[in-house]
């Protein structure tokens, strides 16, 4: 196995080292080798819980208790996980001064917490960081908000307007991000590199990105365990985890950039 992936790494890295615009998408197999539940797979959250949409959320006072009931529970999935060496291999990038930036499905600040310079990181799907008010747009801490939930608030309302108060997180059925989602189209049309890392491709609009790249001229390189839908327009696939991977893959152009210095 080992020795099989070498050859694509060589050839990734190879791809990398005559770049400067690297552009890493990151998705749920890179929070998973952290020990954050996948939400798809069996056995995961979604499959325990059925998922709250946006809607049902904004216009249902039990909706938002049940929302808040599960967010009290499983805060700590988020709260006290640790990057992998797969956001290590990310940061550096960054201090080779390669990575354009990080476009990540995941929601769990762990780019950030592993050095990843906060204004290259762009979260299509959210942050479990934050809690915003819907009404006012005041931000808070989720720590700060687990803390009321803790003492007793079953569904917490904006201290200054008294407005619904909800995750940063994308919801299902509430619209992307205008802002991220732009800004991960324009970054993607403009890399020289684009590398997926543990995701299967499947939620659009972020599957979207690989395939914008690809047809603006980006080599794109594939780091996944299972099979995507956009393999056959991989110029590098590699069937890996995404830490082991990118962590060979990283040294391996440190070596390439040190032996042509
Ligand atoms: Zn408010």
């Known amino acids: 196995m080992t020795s099989q992936m070498e050859i694509p790494i060589n050839q990734a890295a190879d791809i990398i080292v005559s770049a400067r615009k690297v552009v890493v998408f990151t998705g749920a197999g890179v929070s998973t080798e952290s020990g954050i539940p996948d939400f798809r797979s069996p056995g995961g959250i979604w499959t325990k819980y059925q998922p709250i949409l946006f809607q049902d959320f904004m216009s249902s006072e039990e909706m938002r208790r049940e929302s808040w009931r599960r967010g009290k529970e499983t805060y700590h999935l988020f709260a006290d996980v640790e990057p992998n060496p797969a956001h290590r291999a990310v940061v550096e990038l960054e201090r080779l001064g ?108 972020a599957a979207h990105m690989p395939m914008v790249a690809k047809q603006s001229g980006a080599k794109l390189i594939i780091i996944n365990l299972a099979e995507t839908s956009f393999d056959m327009y991989a110029d590098v696939l590699i069937r890996g985890k995404a830490g082991d991977v990118m962590q060979r893959l990283v040294e391996r152009v440190k070596t390439k950039v040190g032996t042509k210095r």
């Open 98 to 205: 390669k990575l354009d930036c990080v476009i990540t499905q995941n929601i769990d600040n762990l780019h950030q917490k592993a050095g990843s310079s906060p204004d290259l990181v762009i979260e299509l799907h959210g942050t479990a960081m934050y809690v915003l008010c819907m009404e006012c747009g005041k931000r808070w801490p989720r720590a700060e908000i687990q803390k009321w939930l803790e003492e007793g608030v079953e569904i917490p309302y904006c201290d200054e307007c008294g407005g619904i108060m909800k995750s940063a997180t994308v919801s299902f059925g509430q619209a992307m991000p205008e802002k991220e989602t732009m800004e991960a189209q324009l970054r993607s049309q403009r890399a020289e590199v684009f590398i997926v890392v543990g995701s299967s491709l499947v939620v659009y609009p």
